[in-house]
């Protein structure tokens, strides 16, 4: 029996024989940050809604289904050794070890993050943390990428990326919590390291097919899967940020006003600036900033005022918008931005971070005490959120690349990413799962003039082929393209 009773206010009293101490949880923190959980939940296949609906209809239904195989592979991992190597009490500076193999012992005894919770809530609401991570960096796969070894890759990226950054950044051993870092809710965890390892994949798996010519420059194929995938995103902030004070308290109020406030003025922000270009409002441009400024205020939330919160979201809709040049002076191939708005938002809320936390707003919740950054004249706050700042940029990025060729050179070549290039003009969705995310997903607009009718035929549609049969035929799929594109060619010349 798990030795706990409620005292007169029906919070739960949790005895520890070993030392003769009475832990109370207090149930609205507990109900919180359970809420909290599912709000977070929900952001998974925000994301994958999002990224679906940046990419072309014949690839839209994959980036879906990889935002709920992450959430599942993660959810594995963090129950076999996710949890433990992150956020054990007697691991390293760098990563924990293996105290909590199995999620054993952690059920009613204090968690790690906040004594007035137990261990087992806090456990659930950080796997919401580590599985949206992945889905954030694996976005750099669309179009281009076989579905199975992105599975496996999942897996080990969590255990030797993203657990030990979430332990230097949050565990009490960690070696940047002991320096003084400031990272409310994931500013480096979460988006510094899925950018950067977004940029790795991209550099990886190489160009799309078609890059740099007409037959990429298309535009998003559903802008009300990209709405829809903010509205989850945003929705779900509340609980990342907000649930990160672990309890019902001022600090979480204050964290949800300025997650709310960076979105707002990141999302006008952006969209003003494509305004400039193309005098038009952009849904896209609106989104694309909301998200960034949400990313940027994540390791701030708790630790800066409102107005502060605007400077926050304009400067992550200006730097994270003029970042998405950066594909194009460097010549990788990052079709969704995600090092544009999550590795360099999250450089953008460390550094304000480490120039506007305050001590006062830390201290909303009665018992978090902090030097505060620039504006309390703590100085050196804002090297200790470069230093942060570099050392997840380089990690992720060293071992990302290293776990990607490890995987290329596996035996039998069954966890190479890339896919070939039959797939990738016909669409992972149909090659890679024989599923689509809409009744007809069109190709003619990718293998050129006469195309439908080698698609059809390729695909037995009785009202193309004549009833004949289904055969495959993306040889003359390639050999029509080839003659369109020297077609377009000798039209152009």
């Avoid at 592979?73 to 054990?88: E, Y």
């Avoid at 657990?163 to 500013?187: E, Q, Y």
């Avoid at 969209?271 to 038009?280: A, N, Q």
């Avoid at 570099?390 to 776990?403: E, K, N, P």
Wanted: hydrophobic share 45%; charged share 15%; aromatic share 14%.
């Amino acid at each position: 029996m798990v030795n706990i009773t409620y005292d007169a206010s029906n919070d739960i009293n949790w005895y520890d024989p070993s030392t003769g101490m009475t832990s109370v949880y207090n149930l609205g923190d507990i109900a919180w940050v359970l809420a909290s959980t599912a709000l977070v939940m929900i952001m998974i296949p925000g994301v994958g809604f999002f990224y679906s609906g940046l990419l072309r209809r014949k690839n839209a239904l994959s980036m879906i289904y990889l935002s709920m195989v992450s959430l599942a592979v993660v959810s594995f991992q963090w129950f076999f050794w996710g949890f433990s190597l992150a956020f054990s009490e007697t691991g390293s500076a760098y990563i924990g070890d293996l105290r909590y193999f199995g999620l054993k012992g952690v059920l009613e005894k204090p968690s790690i993050g906040s004594t007035r919770i137990p261990s087992i809530a806090f456990c659930v609401f950080q796997l919401m943390f580590a599985a949206i991570t992945p889905i954030l960096a694996v976005g750099a796969v669309a179009e281009r990428s076989r579905l199975g070894p992105v599975a496996v890759f999942i897996f080990i990226w969590s255990t030797i990326v993203y657990d030990p950054i979430a332990c230097w950044t949050w565990n009490a051993n960690g070696w940047s919590f002991v320096m003084g870092g400031l990272d409310f809710a994931g500013g480096t965890p979460v988006h510094i390291s899925s950018g950067t390892a977004a940029l790795a994949i991209s550099i990886y798996l190489g160009k799309r097919r078609g890059y740099g010519t007409e037959r990429l420059a298309y535009k998003p194929h559903n802008t009300s899967y990209v709405i829809l995938g903010t509205v989850f995103l945003w929705f779900g902030w509340f609980g990342f940020n907000g649930g990160s004070a672990l309890s019902a308290n001022l600090r979480a109020v204050q964290a949800c006003i300025v997650t709310n406030l960076a979105a707002s003025v990141g999302g006008l922000t952006w969209m003003l600036w494509d305004y400039r270009l193309e005098r038009k409002w952009s849904a896209v441009g609106f989104c694309s900033g909301a998200i960034s400024g949400l990313v940027a205020i994540t390791p701030g939330s708790g630790y800066v005022g409102s107005p502060a919160a605007v400077l926050f979201g304009f400067m992550a809709g200006t730097v994270c918008n003029f970042a998405t040049q950066l594909k194009f002076l460097f010549g990788y191939d990052d079709c969704l931005d995600i090092f544009a708005s999550h590795a360099i938002g999250g450089v953008v809320g460390n550094i304000l971070t480490g120039l506007f936390a305050q001590a006062s707003v830390a201290g909303f919740d009665g018992l978090t005490e902090i030097p505060g950054g620039w504006l309390d004249h703590h100085w050196v706050q804002l090297g200790y959120q470069i230093a942060d700042s570099c050392a997840g940029l380089g990690y992720s990025f060293v071992m990302t690349t290293i776990i990607l060729w490890l995987m290329h050179y596996f035996p039998g070549g069954f966890l190479r990413l890339r896919c070939d290039e039959e797939t990738e003009i016909l669409g992972v969705d149909d090659a890679e799962m024989g599923e689509f995310a809409y009744d007809y997903v069109g190709l003619e607009a990718e293998i050129g003039p006469g195309g439908q009718r080698v698609y059809a035929e390729a695909h037995g549609d009785n009202a193309a082929s004549g009833g004949r049969e289904p055969r495959h035929s993306m040889t003359h799929v390639r050999k029509t393209e080839a003659s369109s594109e020297g077609s377009v060619g000798e039209k152009r010349a």
